[in-house]
């Protein structure tokens, strides 16, 4: 971690990956922390199928809304 890091992202699961990759997609200097050694290994990876758009939180109902279009676009975003 550079001793000049803007934005420490806490987890590595769906949405920290996801929170860190738009930080760096739009430069912003972040690092993500993870305790696990295994990224990717607990319960979000088994919920891929799982696509749930109602919420009561205005802004979490618009990202899950989203979220489907991001995963048709992850290949081509991230190579």
Known sequence: ???????????????????????ARRGVDAILLERDPEFGCRDWSKTAGLVRTHYP????????IRGPGAFRRSAAMTG
């Open 1 to 23: 971690m550079g001793e000049r890091t803007c934005v420490v992202v806490i987890g590595g699961g769906i949405m920290g990956a996801t929170t860190l990759y738009e930080f």
């Open 57 to 64: 939180n205005p802004a979490v109902a618009r990202m899950a």
